[in-house]
């Protein structure tokens, strides 16, 4: 722009009172084109052998536009706007016949067929000396618009992802899921447009930004937005349709349609409860040349799972079943006895045993003894990881397992088994029970315990026979005897005594036998006698006293002299 305004300044000191006869002028060309395209005019100068500077102004209307400037020989064209054009000429030495610049106008698109002017105007010539050219002319240009409005073609409109694509929303816990297809368009030819609209989806889904109404302009603004979708998801996977409207012009409407699947909401994963039968801790015999189930639920054997969700986090992992031998050293170490894990049928089945949420239940432990000649105490361990995505083993679970036939421990019994007792208050011992024991080996003891609870009014003494109450082969029974001191005459007192068995080899019985005792009142004391008091004897009274006793003598002695 400062060009130009140099340039118009130079030329001014020579447009100021001139007056000499001399012709000049500028020259608009023509062209055509349809709507929507752009064409170029050509600006030329014709001289007259004495004009050294010229000035004009071109102008166009819509639907023309000029876009664009191509400068040629002296002249200078400037575009002051899309619909004006300014040109300045200047020479030391009369300008010649040339061209000035070609112009690139463009047709809007949908513009009516017909012809639009280019016009020059306000065209100036100056000669040396200052004098202005007698004449200086302005030929018009014309741009001739063919085929009219209409016409072309329309953008292309791309889907990501295409249509007929499956949309599967994303999984997750109960609530809302969104997703979305993105819009655009591209190419095209004026005066072409497509529009995207009447976006709707089934039962289920929601188009959050509707109402879709997008429209794409071939030479113009284009589509680059999104359909947003959203579903709500619940307790069964939900299946539906979007339907949008695609309509080119030039062109026919055509559907374009989505499948969509919001998922099953997802539930947190809790892992199966895993238990055992016998329980973990549990002492088990297994006879010579036998075997024996120890059962896994989860937690019910053998119904299917409980827990909640799905992959490792819902799944109860036993990782693997070790056996010890817990005896005495011995040279080789005893193995006779093998636990693997077995499915509900009792096949044998590889480690690890997994027990999913909601599925069947994956099996059992089966322990198998050799033939032995000995007892031979084992763990057994079982490594549980609960759940199964946990890094490391979270529990270990033992029972202890006598392989072989070993020791029996027959039976032990208390006569009464329980019950209500009276003692003497102060008195005799009274037994309370009496246990024996059945059945019982060589080498096997069972070892009773008594003891006193919730002692009230009174103290209560209890012994047993043999002491202590050790039972064996050779001593089968013994007894229970309690004694009791009350000191209360009105109310009785009570106690409470428990008698326990601890056998002295795995698997014996345990005997637990309970006895309310009671203790009775005191007797209360006689009443007391009433004395009447006697007075003490003077002189004269022990004179008479002995007087009376003497006349008692002689009445005797008289008695027996007649007798």
Same mark, same amino acid.
């Given at each position: ?39 170029? #005019? ?5 001289? %007259?052998?004495?004009? #050294? ?15 664009? #400037? ?69 030929? %018009? ?11 072309? *073609? ?31 368009? +591209? ?64 062109? +026919? ?11 099953? +909401?997802?539930? @947190? ?6 238990? $055992? ?8 015999? #297994?006879?010579?040349?036998?075997? *024996? ?67 069947? %239940? ?20 079982? @490594? ?79 012994? *047993? ?28 007192? *009570? ?19 309970? $006895? ?48």
């Amino acid at each position: 722009m400062k060009m130009v305004r140099c340039a118009l300044a130079a030329a001014g000191l020579f447009l100021i009172g001139t007056s000499a006869a001399h012709a000049a002028g500028f020259t608009a060309g023509t062209a055509s084109g349809n709507a929507g395209t752009s064409v170029s #005019i050509p600006v030329t100068f014709t001289g %007259d052998g004495a004009t #050294i500077a010229a000035q004009a102004q071109i102008n166009v209307a819509a639907p023309l536009t000029i876009t664009g #400037i191509t400068n040629n020989g002296s002249g200078y064209c400037a575009l002051n706007s899309g619909t004006n054009v300014g040109i300045v000429m200047f020479a030391f030495a009369p300008l010649a016949n040339q061209p000035v610049c070609d112009l690139t106008i463009a047709i809007a698109g949908g513009a009516a067929a017909g012809n639009y002017p280019v016009d020059i105007s306000g065209q100036l010539c100056s000669v040396s000396g200052g004098g202005a050219a007698p004449t200086c002319t302005a030929t %018009d240009g014309t741009v001739t618009v063919t085929g009219g409005g209409g016409g072309g *073609t329309a953008p292309t409109v791309t889907y990501t992802p295409n249509p007929g694509t499956t949309i599967n929303f994303p999984a997750g816990a109960a609530g809302n899921a969104t997703s979305s297809i993105t819009v655009t368009s +591209a190419g095209g030819t004026a005066p072409g447009t497509v529009t995207v609209n009447n976006c709707t989806a089934t039962a289920g889904f929601t188009v959050t930004n509707a109402p879709i109404n997008l429209t794409g302009t071939a030479g113009g603004a284009q589509i680059n937005s999104s359909i947003n979708l959203q579903c709500t998801r619940g307790g069964a996977v939900q299946n539906g349709t979007l339907t949008c409207t695609e309509t080119p012009t030039p062109g +026919a409407a055509v559907n374009r349609q989505w499948p969509l699947v919001c998922p099953q +909401a997802t539930v @947190a994963n809790t892992p199966p409860t895993i238990t $055992y039968t016998p329980a973990a801790g549990s002492n088990i015999n #297994i006879p010579s040349n036998s075997a *024996t189930t120890i059962q896994v639920g989860c937690p019910t054997d053998p119904n299917a799972c409980n827990g909640s969700g799905s992959g490792l986090d819902a799944t109860s992992r036993l990782v693997s079943i070790t056996t010890t031998y817990a005896g005495p050293p011995f040279s080789p170490t005893p193995n006779d006895l093998s636990c693997t894990f077995v499915n509900e049928a009792g096949t044998t089945v590889a480690a690890p045993l997994d027990f999913v949420a909601g599925q069947a %239940d994956s099996g059992d432990i089966r322990c198998a003894c050799a033939q032995v000649f000995t007892a031979e105490p084992y763990t057994v361990t079982v @490594a549980e990881r609960i759940p199964a995505s946990a890094g490391a083993n979270t529990a270990t679970r033992t029972f202890n397992v006598t392989c072989g036939a070993g020791l029996t421990c027959g039976s032990i019994t208390a006569t009464p088994a329980g019950g209500n007792v009276a003692l003497n208050n102060g008195g005799a011992a009274v037994q309370v029970s009496s246990i024996a024991v059945a059945g019982i080996p060589a080498g096997v003891t069972q070892t009773v315990n008594c003891a006193l609870s919730a002692i009230n009014g009174a103290t209560f003494n209890v012994t *047993t026979t043999p002491t202590p109450m050790v039972l064996s082969s050779t001593t089968t029974s013994g007894t229970v005897n309690a004694t009791c001191n009350n000191a209360s005459t009105t109310t009785a007192g *009570t106690a409470t005594l428990t008698c326990t068995s601890v056998g002295s080899a795995p698997g014996c019985p345990a005997l637990t036998a309970t $006895y309310n005792l009671s203790c009775p009142p005191g007797q209360a004391p006689p009443p007391p006698v009433e004395l009447v008091p006697v007075p003490a004897l003077g002189e004269q009274g022990r004179i008479l006293l002995a007087a009376l006793m003497l006349a008692l003598g002689l009445v005797v002695v008289g008695f027996r002299l007649r007798g």
